[in-house]
């Protein structure tokens, strides 16, 4: 793999401003969208006040929880079958998908720990809820394989649930990580009798809980490198590309830029830029860039030694996280001599799990 950097006849990409400066901290980031309000203050995530429990039998009550995941195949013979069920109704060369087939194949197992950790999510969440007195069932339905969303709405509504607070297991909002999961719930629903009414939990990717989880991944992986070089090593915060148009016409972009900042700030951390990676789709429709491998390249040529990769735009370390960046990234990397640092994603975290047992509270 080369360590080349792509020639090009425009001015250098503002990713490049951040190895430029040694001392300046303001110039050493990128313009960002103003960040949403955070708790204790005015906005939406203060604290709430107590208030009494909710009256058994209203139907406004919120009675179950739904999180809501992609999906993927738990085991090496189901890799192929959900591929083609995720390429249904696309145009998607034969040839793409047996690459992302190999891709599964390479993970531990040979499948993608997605449903194991979606599952150990649901089962934190229901304890949390339970020690603060709320104890309610907690459910896990996919989009793209098993357990599908009409297999859980069905085994939901057989439990006697009426009204259920879907969570969106998405840090970032477009349509693709957003909109479609609420149609797919939809449809499932008018496939199942008597399934539970789903209302979703707002966004949450300014969550306080969610930007401490996630510096404490940051922190961890940032602990890897050498002491006399951790204060410049640079952070790279990652969210999966998606197509200009779709992030132009969502708070994607912004969400990706406020969070970054802020587990910056929480890290007083001087150097962080944002890339995107595992960009898929037409190579003639213009997605979102910077892509991860091309920023590690110009942090190499800057003589940087290390980089330290945030994937904030992903929950669990599934095969984007896995592979694209434990794989694909650090191969990258290392041909330029660089060493990657991957985080963790939020998985389990204890502030994760404190995050959707809040936004069970606030329903």
């Known amino acids: ?10 001015s250098p990409p503002w990713w490049t401003w951040f190895t430029k400066c040694r001392s300046d901290e303001t110039a050493c980031r990128p313009p960002v969208a103003p960040a949403p309000p955070v708790a204790g203050g005015r906005g939406p995530w203060r604290r709430l006040s107590t208030r ?3 009256e058994p039998g209203d139907p406004r009550v919120i009675d179950s929880v739904l999180l809501i995941a992609f999906g993927g195949p738990a085991a090496r013979e189901e890799i192929r079958p959900f591929l083609d069920n995720v390429a249904r109704g ?3 060369p034969r040839e793409r998908i047996e690459e992302v087939a190999r891709h599964y194949e390479q993970m531990p197992g040979g499948r993608s720990p997605l449903r194991e950790l979606t599952e150990r999510q649901a089962a934190a969440l229901g304890a949390a809820l339970a020690h603060a007195g709320r104890p309610l069932p907690v459910y896990a339905g996919m989009r793209h394989w098993h357990p599908y969303l009409a297999e859980t709405l069905a085994a939901m509504a057989t439990g006697g ?13 477009t349509e693709a990580s957003w909109e479609r999961y609420q149609a797919d719930v939809a449809t499932a629903r008018a496939k199942v009798a008597g399934a539970p009414d789903v209302v979703f939990a707002p966004g949450w990717s300014d969550h306080p809980l969610f930007i401490e989880a996630v510096t404490d991944r940051a922190a961890a992986a940032l602990a890897e490198v050498a002491p006399d070089r951790r204060a410049w090593t640079p952070l790279v915060f990652t969210a999966h590309s998606v197509p200009v148009p779709m992030a132009e016409a969502s708070p994607y972009v912004a969400e990706l830029s406020a ?4 587990v910056a700030d929480r890290l007083r951390h001087k150097r962080w830029s944002l890339a995107y990676q595992s960009r898929s789709g037409s190579p003639r429709e213009p997605w979102l860039e910077p892509d991860i491998g091309e920023v590690i390249r110009s942090f190499a040529s800057d003589g940087e030694r290390d980089v ?8 669990c370390d599934h095969v984007e996280v896995l592979y694209d960046l434990d794989v694909e990234a650090r191969a990258a990397a290392e041909a330029c001599g660089v060493r990657l640092h991957r985080a963790q994603a939020v998985n389990d975290h204890p502030k994760f799990i404190e995050l959707l047992a809040d936004l069970v509270t606030r329903a």
């Open 259 to 262: 969070a970054a900042e802020r």
């Open 1 to 10: 793999m080369s360590c080349r950097r792509h020639p090009s006849t425009t």
């Open 52 to 54: 009494p429990p909710p």
């Open 90 to 92: 696309r145009r998607i």
């Open 308 to 315: 330290v990769v945030v994937p904030v735009g992903f929950v």
């Open 161 to 173: 649930a009426r009204r259920a607070l879907g969570i969106i297991l998405s840090s970032l909002r």
